[in-house]
């Protein structure tokens, strides 16, 4: 058993879009049903503005919004901690996505089921290959692993940049930001 | 990151329906306790009730469309007890079956228990509130997230369900419209109830947060300002009080019993039902979330 989480660097992040890209082609995500999003935030004052570029998807809660109120239970955290979608039980109703304060839910058009980030959890499992979309990014961005490994380069990476989640302890997210 | 409202319309329509359905229920129960007499209305008021729930569930299977197309999958909605959706199936359920059962005693004229209507009228009132409930438990959305929301939604539902009854009242039982003055009475307070929580609900939330100032400056000065204003503060609130006021103290004695009043109270009862029907939708269009970063 793991507890996976991610560490996502916004200080490298230049905003290309390549792990999104790269999650679509992986999970075979239709345009309209990105996993990751971005969001942009502008500070300082002209000579020394900056433009941060934030980008987010499900974050993996342990305390999740959407599980708590998903009525059909499609929602569940597996044993590894993942936030799962049994889409086989999903009737599309979209309350997770009203839950989720992290907007990190879409639906499917093709099924009328509702989807998001899966950590990619077969080829993490594994152990034969990351989640694409910490692999694709050019800037080293993300780093994913276990949370409960003081080993893994994740633990490493979350003790010496004091990341914190977005929403500070609110849902107990497992991706952590450097902001 | 742009923000597409998760719910449109036919959630809108169907939180509207089942309000008005449980309200309409109340009114007949209502009815009975009041005015015995007005039996018409009192079967209008039956016939509604499941009827307009029914078409409102029908909406929401229409919207869950990954259940629309797997049907056997609606059987999983009492799978989570902490689920304010599966709350409302039970409540749905158990209002569906009294109301139809309350209108197969009333079809075979025979008398409906008083347990049963008020059993029924329980759970009537739970799906007015559970309606509000249901979005009241969303963090994401000040608009919604606060304990104002069911009482308003109940209190419309009240509303709309009176409104009606007294609709089909005035216009096919005229009668016993004119001897129900107990609940035209009643019926009057509401829209001033719902016009105070209205207020209150905009004045706090727009306090409490940057998404919850923004989500009340697009109803009263933004993209639904001209809906919010003219739809549901004036067509479904404000004249239909107005309305009323002139017809139940200002015009000449045995005016408001004239086909002509019957026809304005019908109108103003419109004005209230529109102006429900409003008060889900803009308040399911307008909620913005939570700001991430």
Redesign the interface.
Known sequence: MARYGMVIDTTKCIGCGACRLACQNQNDLLSSMPFV???E?ETGVYPTASL?V?P?QCMHCEDA?CQ???????TYTNEDGIVCID?????????C???????ARV?DER????DKCRFCTVSALNGTEMSTCVTACPAGVRVFGDLDDPDSEVSKVLAATHATP??GD?TKSKIFYVR | ?S?EP??GAPIAWYLFLAGLGGGAFITSAFLRWKHPEAHGMRFAGHIIAPVVVIIGLFL?MF????????PL??A?????P?????WG?VFLAAFVIIALITLLLDCLKKQVPVWLEIAGSVFAVCVGAYTGA??G?????PLWNNALLPILFLVSAVSTGMSSVLLVGGLKFPKEFDSVGVLKKFHYCFPIIELVLVASLCFITSYNSVAGFESVMSLVCGNWAVLFWLGFIVVGLVAPTAVETWLLFISKPGFEETPKAHYIGAAADAGVLIGGFLLRFLIVVAAL??A??
């Open positions: 999003k971005f969001s935030v941060q934030v987010s919004p708590a109120v998903c009525p059909t239970g499609a889409h086989g039980r999903c009737i599309g109703c979209k309350y996505m009203a839950a989720c304060p992290y907007q639906v099924t009328g089921a509702v977005l929403l609110a | 990151m923000f998760v719910w929401l919207d869950a469309e990954a259940g629309l197309h797997n999958r609606f999983l909605l009492l799978h989570n902490c689920s304010v959706m599966t199936v249901l979005l438990v969303c963090q994401t959305f979330p939570v991430l970063v």
